[in-house]
Structure formats: structure tokens, C-alpha cells
């Protein structure tokens, strides 16, 4: 099987842009591995919010089972991303 998309070949040919919705939105998951500080601290680390917003994110995350902790372009969240899973926390990218 050949491993060439001949769908995306013709898009590439025919010069259509792939277009990616923004802004896109960082999930955060509740787990039962790590404390309300921890989690606190690393929302701030990553979003640069403030402490009462990360408290009120953490709370969501814990009685809802997941929030979005932050929203903006999709390099940016990435980053975002990137910082709360340096601790294992289990985030997910909604474009």
C-alpha cells in the first residue's frame, strides 16, 4: 500500500489552505494523583493566571471531571499544554 494521500496530494496541488479553527481550548482532566496545590500551582506556571482563577479552575476540574484552563491560538496552547503535562497531568486540545 502505497503511502502517499493522493486527497491531500490534490489539495497541496490545487494550492487549498487547511484551515484550522481558532482559537483552540486546553482541557485539563481530573485524576486522583495530584493535590490541589500542585494542580494550582502548575495552571498558574502554564497560563500565567492568577491565584483565585487557578482555585476555580482546579474546583471544576475536581467536581466536574474536566475544564477548559485556557483558550488562545493553537501554538499558544501547545505551550500550555506542554507546562501542565510536565507533572503528568492529562490535558487534551480542542481546535
Known amino acids: 500500500m502505497s503511502g502517499n494521500n493522493p486527497l491531500i496530494e490534490q489539495e497541496i496541488?490545487?494550492?487549498i489552505d487547511v484551515e484550522i479553527k481558532e482559537p483552540a481550548k486546553v482541557v485539563l482532566f481530573n485524576d486522583e494523583?495530584?493535590?490541589f496545590d500542585e494542580v494550582i500551582i502548575q495552571i498558574i506556571r502554564a497560563t500565567g493566571c492568577d491565584l483565585s482563577k487557578a482555585?476555580?479552575?482546579t474546583w471544576e476540574v475536581h467536581h466536574t471531571g474536566k475544564?477548559?484552563?485556557f483558550i488562545g491560538?493553537?501554538?499558544k496552547c501547545t505551550q500550555v499544554s506542554?507546562?501542565?503535562?510536565?507533572?503528568?497531568?492529562?490535558t487534551q486540545i480542542e481546535i
Open 33 to 35: 494523583e495530584h493535590t
Open 73 to 75: 491560538e493553537l501554538f
Open 13 to 15: 496541488e490545487s494550492g
Open 67 to 69: 475544564a477548559i484552563v
Open 55 to 57: 482555585e476555580a479552575l
Open 82 to 90: 506542554s507546562v501542565l503535562e510536565e507533572i503528568e497531568l492529562m
